[in-house]
């Protein structure tokens, strides 16, 4: 499986784009890049995925660099409530007996200042 | 609504006991699954179950069995419990590959 690399941790002004960056220079054609987020003593919560092309939803925009080496999860005005360790994930392919297995790395500690 | 919940949220027992953690999703998911976070905030996956196929982390010891009476219910069951196996045990769910929901977490501190 790629494995993800993330700064230990980020601060980020309230109001202002927070932009997490995420390494996965090991990805194959097939692999997808998913991105969770943990609260403080609450469970993972999903944000959003991409393949190739950058995507956006209601809660975040995913960049994927062209060689799909690396990524950036941009929320575009953080909030208080954005206080969280964030996950880059890197899921085998659907066809792969893992796939449904996510692994999740040491995260980034994103902390929104007031 | 609840989406995924665990009963209970924390559970403190004694080493070499038998203990169960419940959890249900009203998602109408056919895939769940089972995680463990250890003091050090690693999250590992530990289990994932459908009606067709269980797949278990090799790195789990038989100790822990996941058991499934039905597609809305994966429960784990943990059996002589051992220090080591303190840590935050989260339940997750999903449509076929599709993102997992998680619950709030079951906190087992074993003394």
């Known amino acids: 499986d790629a494995k993800t690399t993330q700064p230990p941790s980020m601060d980020c002004a309230e109001g202002r784009a927070a932009n997490l960056p995420c390494n996965h220079s090991?990805?194959?054609?097939?692999?997808?890049v998913y991105w969770y987020r943990q609260i403080h003593s609450q469970g993972p919560q999903y944000i959003i995925h991409?393949?190739?092309n950058n995507e956006t939803n209601e809660m975040a925009s995913l960049i994927i660099t062209e060689d799909r080496k690396s990524s950036t999860l941009i929320l575009p005005h953080a909030t208080l409530r954005d206080t969280a360790v964030y996950y880059c994930?890197?899921?085998?392919?659907?066809?792969?007996?893992?796939?449904?297995?996510?692994?999740f790395g040491s995260g980034t500690q994103l902390t929104v200042l007031p | 609504d609840t989406a995924v919940s665990q009963t209970p949220k924390y559970l403190v027992t004694q080493m070499g006991n038998d203990k169960s953690i419940k959890c249900e999703q009203n998602?109408?998911?056919?895939?769940m699954y089972w995680y463990k976070q250890d003091s050090k905030k690693f999250l590992k996956i530990m289990f994932s179950?459908?009606?067709?196929?269980?797949?278990i982390n090799e790195t789990v010891p038989n100790r822990f069995s996941p058991k499934s009476p039905d597609k809305a219910h994966l429960n784990l069951h943990i059996n002589s419990l051992e220090l080591g196996d303190s840590a935050v045990y989260f339940c997750?769910?999903?449509?076929?590959?599709?993102?997992?929901?998680f619950g709030p977490g079951t906190r087992l501190t074993v003394l």
């Open positions: 997750a769910s999903s449509h076929r590959l599709d993102e997992q929901f």
């Open positions: 090991t990805i194959s054609g097939n692999e997808y």
């Open positions: 991409g393949l190739k």
């Open positions: 994930i890197v899921r085998p392919p659907i066809s792969s007996g893992s796939a449904r297995q996510l692994t």
């Open positions: 998602l109408g998911h056919d895939t």
């Open positions: 179950y459908n009606n067709k196929e269980l797949i």
